[in-house]
């Protein structure tokens, strides 16, 4: 059975893109079958993964325009999955919908139609709450959210916690926080102290491997492969690899 995993965080900058990416090309490297779903009006996940490529259909057109999941859908053999990409239209949808019954629901329904095709699907969602990353956590069973961690990491998590419970008891869906992925980890005192707090006061599991502030990860974006194939014995992508098996389970 497919499980639909969202990447979320308000916060700009913690790696959701290049979490969603690596991760994603880990699983299919250990034979999964992967599809990526890049809801950000950003589009940081499709050029990273395709460049400047231009398609025929994003999410967008299936959110607004009704196109089948199927025709927004490409494969990366760079990547070893499948992408669902984004364009910058999407960061109308809050008013193009605003008046569209069932508009929480419009991903939940797309993803339904090819989820059967994929053993995992991952939603890289954009830096705020707003009514796509609604249409991510009402289309997933499991969120995980990656945190630079620094003073500030643990007001932003309560703030997705809170939104997660709002969801239950407004619109009746459960989503499991599966937990915190440590992201740009560099061992320093402070950071180590955040860390500290974040697994004392917010009641969700933080994964053991950390991913270090690594220089080929970001290089990996330029080069357009996921960062196993750009650096395979880097940091990164062992830590990369070592997370994914841990997410996996
Ligand atoms: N482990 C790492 N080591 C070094 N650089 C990293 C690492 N992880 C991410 N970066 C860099 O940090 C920047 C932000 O990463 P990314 O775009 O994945 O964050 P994001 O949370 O998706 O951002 P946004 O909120 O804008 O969508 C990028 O330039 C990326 O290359
Ligand atoms: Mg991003």
């Given at each position: 059975m497919s499980k639909v995993v969202s990447v979320i965080?308000?916060?700009?900058?913690?790696?959701k893109t290049t979490t969603s990416i690596n991760v994603a090309a880990s699983w299919s490297k250990m034979g999964k079958k992967v599809l990526l779903v890049d809801?950000?009006?950003?589009?940081s996940a499709t050029h990273s993964i395709f460049g400047e490529r231009e398609f025929e259909s994003t999410v967008y057109d299936v959110l607004?325009?009704?196109?089948?999941?199927k025709q927004a859908i490409y494969s990366s053999k760079d990547f070893g999955f499948d992408v669902m990409p984004a364009e910058?239209?999407?960061?109308g949808v809050d008013i193009q919908l605003?008046?569209?019954?069932?508009r929480e629901r419009l991903l939940k329904k797309a993803i339904d139609t090819v989820k059967?095709?994929?053993?995992v699907v991952i939603v890289d969602c954009?830096?705020?709450?707003g009514l796509l990353t609604v249409n991510a956590l009402l289309a997933s069973k499991e969120v995980i959210i990656p945190i630079c961690p620094e003073y500030f990491s643990l007001k932003g998590i309560e703030l997705i916690l809170d939104t997660i419970n709002n969801l239950r008891t407004g619109l009746g869906h459960k989503v499991e926080v599966r937990g915190i992925v440590i992201t740009?980890?560099?061992?320093r005192k402070i950071t180590n102290d955040v860390i500290q707090k974040v697994r004392d006061e917010i009641g969700v599991k933080v994964f053991s491997n950390y991913i270090p502030d690594n220089i080929s990860v970001e290089e990996a974006h330029h080069r357009h492969v996921p960062v196993n194939k750009y650096a395979p014995s880097s940091k990164g992508a062992k830590a990369y690899a070592a997370l994914s098996e841990e997410l996996w389970v």
């Open positions: 965080n308000q916060k700009g900058g913690v790696a809801l950000d009006p950003q589009s607004v325009n009704r196109v089948e999941a910058i239209l999407l960061s605003a008046a569209h019954y069932g059967r095709k994929y053993d954009s830096p705020s709450l740009r980890y560099r061992n």
